[in-house]
C-alpha cells in the first residue's frame, strides 16, 4: 500500500518532522524546546570545538553506515555496526600491544588488524545465511551484544592496566601505533579513513562491474545465480567488507580518540550509523549528509544536559523521533 500523499517526504522533511516532534516533546516535559535549538546553534554550530567534534563523530557514523550499505547492495541486511566496531577496536588493540612491529609497521598493522576483526565478526552471520541455517538480520543483531563481553573479558582480565584499579581498561598503545590528528583538535586521520572508503565505494557501486553484477544480486539473487554470477562469493565478500568498515571504525576510537581499549567503546555508532544507511536511502553519497545530521543529534545530548538539565537520553528520544519520521518516507524518496 502506497503512503498518502502528505506523507511522500523526502528525507529532510523527515528531519524537520522528527525536530519538530522532539520540540513537542521537550515542550511536553516543561523544557524550551526554541531555547534547545538557540543552544545547538551556539555551543554546536557556531563554537570552534563543538564544530570541531562534528567530525570527530562523523567518521564513525559514515564507516557504520557503509557497514550497512554495502551488503544492502548484495540484499543482506547487517544490523550488527556495533558488534563489528567493538570487534575492530578489540583486535586493533591486540595489533597495537603485541605486534612485534615499530613505527608506521605498527599503525600500518593496528588498522588492518581492525578491519580483520570487524570483518570476521560479520563473516559468521554471512556464513550462517548461506549455510540456510538462520537469517542474517538476527545473527548480526544478537552478536552486538556478544563483542562486548568479549572487549569487557580482556580488560577485566589479561589486557587489564594495573594503573586503572577503579575503571577497568587495556595498557596504553604505543605512539606508534595512534592515527594523528589535527593540531589543538581531536580530529584525526580516522575521518580521512572513512572517506576513502566512502570514495571507494562509490566509484565501484557506480563505474565498475563489480558494482553492476552487486546491484544484479541484490535485484534478484535467483536470476543473477542463473545469468552465472558468483553469488555466494559476493554475499560472503559483500558482509565482511562491511563489517571491516565498522571494525575500522572501532579501530580509530582507540587508535585516535581512548588510546586504549575501555569497556565503553562506542556510544551507539553502530546502531545510528544503521539509521544513517536507512535515511540515505541506499544512496552511499548521501551517507555524508546524514552522518552530519546524526552527529549534530548525538552533540545535542551534551549541550542538553547543561543547558535545559535533561539526561543523555533524550538524544534516543530524538533518533527515534526519526525512525518514526522515516517510516513516513515515500517510496519515490526511497528509491535508490
Known amino acids: 500500500m502506497r503512503a498518502p500523499r502528505w506523507l511522500d517526504l523526502p528525507p529532510a522533511g523527515a528531519a524537520v518532522l522528527a525536530l519538530a516532534l522532539f520540540g513537542a516533546i521537550l515542550a511536553a516535559a516543561g523544557k524550551h524546546p526554541l531555547q534547545a535549538y538557540y543552544d545547538t546553534a551556539t555551543y554546536v554550530l ?97 552478536l552486538n551484544y556478544v563483542a562486548p563481553l568479549a572487549v569487557a573479558y580482556q580488560i577485566f582480565g589479561p589486557w587489564r592496566s594495573p594503573e586503572s584499579s577503579s ?80 571494525g575500522l571504525a572501532g579501530m580509530a576510537e582507540v587508535s585516535a580518540i581512548q588510546g586504549r581499549l575501555v569497556s565503553e567503546v562506542s556510544p551507539g555508532y553502530g546502531y545510528m550509523g544503521f539509521l544513517v544507511a536507512w535515511l540515505a536511502a541506499g544512496n552511499v553519497s548521501r551517507i555524508v549528509s546524514m552522518a552530519l545530521l546524526f552527529a549534530v543529534i548525538s552533540a545535542v545530548g551534551d549541550v542538553l544536559q547543561i543547558t535545559q538539565r535533561v539526561p543523555y537520553a533524550v538524544v534516543n528520544i530524538l533518533m527515534a523521533a526519526i525512525l518514526f519520521s522515516v517510516l513516513c518516507v515515500g517510496p519515490g524518496a526511497r528509491r535508490r
Open 167 to 246: 575503571y577497568p581498561q587495556s595498557h596504553r598503545i604505543a605512539e606508534a601505533a595512534r592515527l594523528p590528528s589535527l593540531p589543538t583538535t581531536r580530529v584525526h586521520a580516522g575521518l580521512a579513513i572513512a572517506a576513502a572508503c566512502l570514495a571507494l565505494c562509490v566509484y565501484v557501486f557506480n563505474r565498475t562491474r563489480w558494482g553492476l553484477e552487486m546491484r544484479a544480486i541484490g535485484a534478484n539473487r535467483l536470476a543473477a545465480a542463473h545469468l552465472g554470477l558468483p553469488v555466494r562469493t559476493y554475499l560472503v565478500v559483500a558482509m565482511a567488507l562491511g563489517g571491516g568498515a565498522a
Open 46 to 142: 557556531a563554537s570552534r570545538q563543538g564544530f570541531t567534534e562534528l567530525f570527530v563523530r562523523m567518521g564513525p557514523l559514515v564507516m557504520t553506515a557503509l557497514a550497512v550499505a554495502i551488503p544492502a547492495r548484495v540484499g543482506l541486511f547487517n544490523v550488527g555496526g556495533e558488534g563489528q566496531l567493538y570487534m575492530g577496536a578489540l583486535f586493533a588493540t591486540g595489533a597495537a600491544l603485541y605486534a612485534p612491529l615499530n613505527g608506521p609497521l605498527l599503525l600500518a598493522a593496528t588498522i588492518l588488524a581492525g578491519f580483520a576483526g570487524g570483518a570476521l565478526w560479520a563473516l559468521v552471520p554471512a556464513l550462517m545465511r548461506i549455510a540456510g541455517v538462520a537469517n542474517e538480520a538476527i545473527t548480526t543483531l544478537l
